[in-house]
């Protein structure tokens, strides 16, 4: 069977060949195929496979592909121009081998993960040595972890969905078949512990694979993370161990115990969590990389209409903000709510390019998860709620009665079009700027108000209840301050695993284990870190929110923390055992699906924790109007996409998953 290029590519043919002419881009840091096998005798070699592999996965959680982690579950719908496969995966119906996320390109690089096993004898300096295999240990476990939590692990089958392969091919092959769920597992755990003894504790300028002391590559608290993430996910599954959810339980505790010895720390602010700055600061553990100046592991490009390794999560869950008009017409606060006007808005850098590719799913997450919004301060520092008027020819709007004039909005100074000139040529346009003065020309409280407070402002109010797939707040914490254009898109890290989520999953493991104490702690220093808000963050808080000045800060601070903390009866629930089936009942990881939601909303990964705590169907029926009537138990992985299956052509058909 031949291979074309990555995007053909099928499991049977998951090697890599020496006649493979993508080497040449490997050799260059854009690997998109494989290497030949005697460039792996040489470090630089080694190294251009592990850092090839750093960057191919770019591929994989970049693009529109990343609206799959939040489709179909509680906290997101589809946006208003999600497309065609968006809103067939979050009604679960129609979803087919053929219109699902294929990741499976990834066994390319597994393939080259096992040429760096099998030739590391031939690198002469043991650290180095050490630093190659334990990189690419911590890697192969990593892409086999997500691709067996998007592909298998339904009970029934004791199969994975998904091949093992962990030998270094040079021919192709044209059968093959999915491998026991249970070695899956044991071939993840064996490669994060591996890497946990041989990777380094902190990031310095000597590692090989940092971009001079900048946290590029996994340290051992990246692979002691993720080794926990493991033991905890297959916990839930027909190959569960009965200590698994004691290793999560132990590993993440000795990662909050020995924090300082990793360089992790909870920022005391949870905004300074998302900050540009802090990008590589001491809460986030492992991330993708998108930088502009970082061509060994990223090489990023801006490219206007997108392309492969792009990151484009800031746009996904962003509404179109230059629609809406000002007036106050008949209707204005119904549902759906009717507008008209001219608008307040033009596009500009500082809000972004809007795709509407997700919303926010308002009977949860507004609703549930973000039902507090002066005691804990996510809600602000996730979403923008807010717009200064961009647009010095917009017309003033009118009040209810359709006839008397709400005043002309006032622009912003900082980054507008001169008055009169074309829209498109302002020079503003063309950096991020925060705008501090101007009028606001849309604003989303989070109450409903009244005709009389609407027409006493020149803007337009979006309250809640009219909050839809196309009218919503926006994900505001992956702005890329460095976007020079409109067009383009972020050169700022993913972060798919922060030091919060350690907490969370110790809460999680022993709240499986029935430690309930223990799982209230973990999850109290989460809440009341979340309470901690300043004047800088007051800046950038819609005035009708909750902020603080410099007067009422402190005792604000230590009023909220306390309002934070479990009460009784969160308590009494956290101790109710996890309820898979009933949606009436909550139970103790409703409230710890719901911390999740708080913390990490926006994150590429809603839809593996619903699976992973067998949670999906029941929080779907209870959360997601369009899918709740159709999910079920099948649902819980995606299907093999039918490319990988029609090139099995020898022995028995590699088989689809069950219910698709």
């Given amino acids: 069977m031949k291979i074309l290029n990555k995007n053909s590519f099928t499991i049977a043919a998951a090697i890599i060949l020496t006649s493979v002419t993508g080497c040449k881009k490997l050799l260059v840091e ?11 005798s040489t470090a630089g070699g080694v190294q251009a496979a592990v850092t090839g592999v750093y960057q191919d996965l770019r591929g994989a959680f970049s693009g529109e592909g990343l609206v799959y982690f939040y489709d179909g579950t509680d906290e997101n719908i589809p946006g208003g121009s999600a497309g065609t496969n968006p809103p067939l995966y979050n009604s679960f119906k129609g979803i087919t081998a053929s ?109 090989p694979f940092s971009a001079a002391g900048i946290g590029k590559s996994a340290t051992a608290a990246t ?77 990023y490009t801006q490219q206007g209409s997108g392309g492969y390794g792009i990151n484009q999560l800031y746009v996904l869950a962003r509404f179109n903000y230059v629609g809406p008009g ?32 997700l919303a926010p799913n308002k009977p949860y997450t507004m609703d549930v998860a973000f039902a507090d919004q002066i005691h804990d301060t996510r809600y602000d520092a996730t979403f923008q709620t807010y717009w200064i008027c961009t647009n ?38 063309a950096a991020y700027i925060t705008p501090m003065d101007g009028d606001t020309a849309i604003l989303m409280p989070s109450a409903d108000v009244s005709m009389a407070r609407r027409d006493a402002f020149k803007g337009l109010i979006v309250t809640p209840k009219q909050f839809n797939s196309v009218i919503f ?55 009341q ?29 230590t009023a909220n923390a306390a309002a934070m903390a479990l009460t009784p009866a969160q308590l009494a629930q956290l101790a109710i055992p996890n309820n898979t089936t009933t ?27 619903l699976v992973r705590t067998q949670q999906l169907v029941r929080r779907n029926k209870m959360y997601n109007a369009v899918g709740g009537p159709n999910v079920q138990d099948y649902h819980a992985r995606w299907p093999i996409p039918q490319g990988l299956i029609n090139a099995v052509l020898t022995g028995p058909a590699y088989p689809q998953n069950n219910g698709y």
């Avoid at 907490?503 to 809440?527: C, K």
């Avoid at 909550?586 to 924790?609: K, T, V």
């Fill in 99 to 207: 219109n699902g996320p294929d990741i499976t390109g990834l066994y390319i690089d597994i393939n080259t993960l096992n040429g760096v096993f099998q030739n590391s004898a031939l690198i002469t300096d043991p650290t180095a040595r050490t630093q190659f295999v334990a990189q690419a240990k911590f890697l192969r476990g990593f892409i086999y972890f997500w691709l067996v939590q998007t592909y298998g692990g339904v009970t029934a089958t004791q199969k994975s969905g998904i091949p093992l392969h962990l030998t270094f091919n040079t021919q192709a092959a044209s059968a093959d078949a999915p491998a026991k769920l249970s070695d899956i597992y044991n071939a993840i755990i064996q490669d994060f512990t591996d890497a946990a003894t041989g990777l380094p504790n902190t990031i310095t300028s000597s590692n």
């Fill in 529 to 557: 870190r979340a309470a901690y808000r300043t004047t800088d963050d007051a800046n950038l808080t819609a005035k009708n929110q909750f902020y603080v000045t410099s007067a009422t800060m402190g005792a604000a601070n």
């Fill in 30 to 40: 854009q690997p998109r195929s494989g290497l030949y096998p005697d460039y792996f």
């Fill in 473 to 527: 707040p926006t994900v505001k914490k992956f702005d890329d301050p460095k976007r020079t254009g409109i067009l383009d898109f972020s050169s700022r890290p993913i972060i798919l695993m922060r030091f919060s989520e350690v907490y969370l999953m110790n809460a999680e493991a022993n709240y499986m284990l029935g430690n309930i104490p223990n799982a209230a702690t973990s999850l109290n220093v989460i809440r």
């Fill in 223 to 299: 692979a002691k993370a993720f080794l926990a993430k493991a033991y905890l996910t297959r916990g839930y599954t027909e190959a569960k161990q009965s200590t698994d959810f004691q290793q999560a339980a132990d590993i993440t505790a000795q990662l909050i115990t020995n924090k300082a010895t990793y360089g992790l720390d909870l920022w005391q602010d949870y905004w300074d969590e998302h900050k540009p700055a802090n990008d590589y600061g001491k809460e986030n553990l492992f991330a993708i990389d998108y930088g502009i100046s970082d061509p060994l592991y990223s090489n």
């Fill in 392 to 429: 010095p020819n917009v017309s003033a709007g009118l009040k209810s009665d359709r006839v008397t004039s709400k005043g002309k909005l006032i622009p912003t100074t900082s980054s507008i079009p001169p008055a009169g000139s074309p829209l498109s040529a302002a020079p503003g346009q």
């Fill in 583 to 609: 949606p009436g009942t909550l139970c103790g990881m409703d409230l710890i699906l719901d911390e999740y939601s708080r913390e990490f909303y926006g994150d590429p990964r809603r839809w593996y924790d």
């Fill in 326 to 357: 000002v007036d106050n017409v008949p209707g204005v606060d119904a549902v759906p709510q009717k507008m008209g006007g001219s608008a307040g808005m033009v596009r500009d850098v500082y809000n972004g390019r809007p795709y509407v590719r």
